[in-house]
């Protein structure tokens, strides 16, 4: 056993230093997980030095993923393919494999060992190899998820390769507005003085005005994106805080639709693969838990199971919250009355992995033209401002 110290928030959101021992830093970081803390530093008491929290690329992710799938889907054993695999890795994934490689042959389980590294693990992937570890069924689940690494890299790259030449333009674009009112057009107020003092000044004023108003647009985009970096950093520390922002999500008109699909995604992919595997409702629920990240549906889900317990039917429980999507229920609504919750749970995960292909699909096809739009919002704001009098100043003239 080792002493750590730690470094946490509580709920009531009083930041808060104690020790405690633990078998190695994983366990330390998913009991204070488990135990509702927001962890701001872990140290080693008898070194001082704090742990490391190492970020890896999705794309290493999606590589560890796929080989263990492959390793296990041919009946090898966690540690069989764990050290088959690090041999076959390539060198950049290499040192995940080897760290996971001794935890596991220390007696850790999967989950103790990948928690080190949960900045480049996502709260499902975290929270499905918990499930896989309970129910034995690893190889399951590795596939799964790599099938779902696969489709995320898929959409990161569409996306990426379909914003590249609209975002090209836009930077162009108001880089040459930016050097034009402010280098360019501000110069010409010399010119304009020598031909017409009143249309200089009518100009000089047409400057300012832009370059006020270009002002303040940066500022309440800088104000915007401070604001929303501060929330998500004092989210990390508070957890009632970390709450009411969840919760604010889901009132957000387009934000709600993206966060129900992908809430309603995970939670019944990890309810069909637990109910799948004999575990009963009550604690699957709890389990399912795990791979929620927003924290009004997570409670809403805790809130359901405890009145699961009570004898309330899923469906309605989940009707009583007032939060899940009105698809969800329905569909547990039909699995109660068919006595097959599982099959239920399938078709949910069907719709839903539709679905988000779908809002996907929209977005992209809505994201180029609203660049062209604005860039030509510009350019018209533009000529107005500064082109148009420049030409009825000169046709005045001559």
């Known amino acids: 056993m080792s002493t750590f110290i730690c470094s946490v928030v509580d709920a009531q959101g009083k930041r808060t230093e104690f020790r405690r021992d633990a078998a190695h830093e994983a366990a330390i970081l998913r009991d204070l997980n488990q135990e509702g803390y927001f962890i701001l530093s872990v140290k080693s008491a008898s070194s001082g ?43 950049s994934v290499s040192p995940l494999l080897q760290h996971i490689e001794e935890r596991v042959g220390k007696g850790d389980s999967l989950f103790e060992s990948i928690a080190s590294w949960q900045s480049s693990f996502s709260p499902l992937y975290l929270g499905l190899v918990r499930i896989g570890e309970k129910t034995g069924d690893l190889a399951t689940i590795f596939q799964r998820l790599s099938e779902y690494l696969v489709g995320r890299q898929a959409l990161r790259s569409k996306t990426v390769n379909s914003l590249v030449y609209p975002v ?31 249309a200089a000044e009518l100009y000089q004023r047409n400057v300012s005005r832009f370059q006020a108003g270009a002002a303040v647009v940066v500022a309440i985009l800088a104000a915007a994106g401070a604001f929303i970096g501060l929330s998500f950093r004092l989210r990390s520390r508070n957890v009632e805080l970390a709450r009411r922002l969840d919760s ?10 993206f966060l129900r699909v992908a809430f309603g995604l995970n939670f019944s992919f990890a309810m069909e693969t637990l109910l799948t595997s004999g575990y009963p409702l009550e604690e699957a629920l709890e389990e399912s838990s795990w791979v929620i990240s927003n924290l009004r549906y997570r409670d809403g889900v805790m809130k359901v199971r405890d009145l699961v317990v009570k004898g309330v039917i899923l469906s309605e429980a989940m009707r009583q919250q007032g939060i899940f999507p009105q698809v969800l229920i329905g569909w547990m609504a039909v ?42 919002i510009i350019l018209i704001t533009l000529i107005l401002t500064f082109i148009t009098p420049i030409f009825t100043m000169l046709g005045n003239l001559l």
């Open 248 to 257: 604010f999500m889901l009132r957000v008109p387009i934000v709600r639709v």
């Open 335 to 376: 699995g109660e009355g068919a006595h097959d919750l599982v099959k239920s749970f399938a078709q949910v995960r069907v719709y839903y992995q539709q679905e988000t292909d779908k809002l996907y699909s929209r977005f992209m096809n809505l994201a180029e033209p609203a660049l062209i739009v604005t860039v030509g």
């Open 168 to 198: 090209f333009v836009l930077s162009v674009a108001v880089i040459g507005i930016v050097l034009l009112a402010t280098l360019v057009l501000p110069g010409l107020t010399g010119m304009i003085g020598s031909l017409n003092h009143q």
């Open 49 to 91: 030095t704090e742990l490391h929290v190492r970020k890896l690329k999705p794309a290493l992710v999606l590589e560890f993923t796929q080989i263990l799938a492959t390793l296990m889907a041919n009946g090898l054993r966690l540690k069989e393919a764990l050290s088959i695999a690090r041999r076959i890795g390539g060198k």
